[in-house]
C-alpha cells in the first residue's frame, strides 16, 4: 500500500524566496495533518483539514504559513517569503478519523527545508 | 511548559542492555500512544494504552499506562542497534482531532 507521499524531500533555498510542499495523504484518509519538527521545539503541529476543510490552524507561525486542500488526495503548505528560522523538517500525516478513537497518524517521510 | 514530559531526552547504550524511558504528565488522558522515529523517516504508531494499569507487549517492547493514567513507560529488553530512533509519546486532546506529542526520548544504541 502506498504511505503518505510528500515532495521534496529536501529544499534549499534563498530567504525571501517562496516554497511549496506538497503532500499526498493515503486514499481513503479523511483527516490530514501538517507539522514542523526542530531540535529546539520538537514535532510542532501546524494546521489540520478534516474533509479537506480546515480545522485548526493555530499552530501556523505566521501569515507568511498557509496551507490548503483542494481535494482529497492533496495538500500544500506554502511559505512566503521564508526565512532562516523556517529551517526545519516538515512532515504530513493522515488519518482516517470515525467514531472509533485513537486511530493512529500515518506519516511521510517529511521534506527537510534549509532557507540560506 | 510541555503536557508531556519526556525523560530521558538522549541515552546512549551498549547492545544487549535494558533501558526504560518514560512520558509523564500532571494530565489525566483517556489514552496514550507511542511512535517511533527512525533517522530520515517519520514517526510510526508503536502501540496504544487506553486503560489504567494496561500493560502492552511488542516483541522486545513493554509498554504500561499508570493506574492513574497520566504517565506511561516504555521498556526495551536486550536493546538491538536496530531499536536506534527518537522515541515519542502522544494524547489525543478532547474531542479527538489533535494530537500533541511529547519531545521524546533520543535512543542510540551501539554495537
Known amino acids: 500500500d502506498a504511505g503518505v507521499i510528500q515532495s521534496p524531500r529536501h529544499e534549499v533555498t534563498e530567504m525571501g524566496q517562496e516554497v511549496t510542499l506538497r503532500c499526498k495523504p493515503i486514499s481513503g484518509h479523511n483527516s490530514l495533518f501538517w507539522y514542523r519538527q526542530t531540535m529546539m521545539r520538537g514535532l510542532e503541529l501546524l494546521i489540520y483539514?478534516?474533509?479537506?476543510?480546515?480545522?485548526?490552524d493555530s499552530g501556523m507561525p505566521e501569515d507568511r504559513f498557509s496551507a490548503k486542500m483542494p481535494n482529497a488526495s492533496f495538500s500544500t503548505l506554502k511559505i512566503q517569503p521564508s526565512e532562516p528560522r523556517d529551517s526545519a523538517v516538515y512532515f504530513c500525516?493522515?488519518?482516517?478519523?470515525?467514531?472509533?478513537?485513537?486511530?493512529?497518524?500515518?506519516f511521510g517521510d517529511g521534506t527537510r527545508l534549509s532557507i540560506l | 511548559t510541555q503536557l508531556l514530559e519526556q525523560s530521558p531526552q538522549f541515552l546512549s547504550i551498549q547492545e544487549g542492555e535494558n533501558l526504560t524511558v518514560y512520558c509523564n504528565s500532571s494530565?489525566?488522558?483517556?489514552?496514550l500512544q507511542w511512535y517511533r522515529q527512525e533517522p530520515g523517516e517519520g514517526p510510526v504508531l508503536l502501540v496504544t494504552?487506553?486503560?489504567?494499569?494496561e500493560v502492552k507487549k511488542l516483541k522486545r517492547l513493554t509498554f504500561q499506562f499508570g493506574d492513574a493514567r497520566k504517565d506511561s513507560s516504555l521498556h526495551i529488553t536486550a536493546a538491538q542497534p536496530g531499536d536506534t530512533g527518537l522515541y515519542l509519546c502522544?494524547?489525543?486532546?478532547?474531542?479527538?482531532?489533535?494530537?500533541?506529542f511529547g519531545a521524546g526520548t533520543r535512543l542510540f544504541v551501539k554495537a
Open positions: 494504552v487506553v486503560t489504567g494499569g
Open positions: 483539514f478534516n474533509n479537506n476543510v480546515p480545522i485548526d
Open positions: 494530565s489525566v488522558f483517556s489514552s
Open positions: 500525516a493522515s488519518s482516517l478519523l470515525a467514531r472509533t478513537p485513537n486511530q493512529p497518524q500515518h
Open positions: 502522544a494524547v489525543i486532546n478532547t474531542g479527538g482531532f489533535k494530537t500533541i
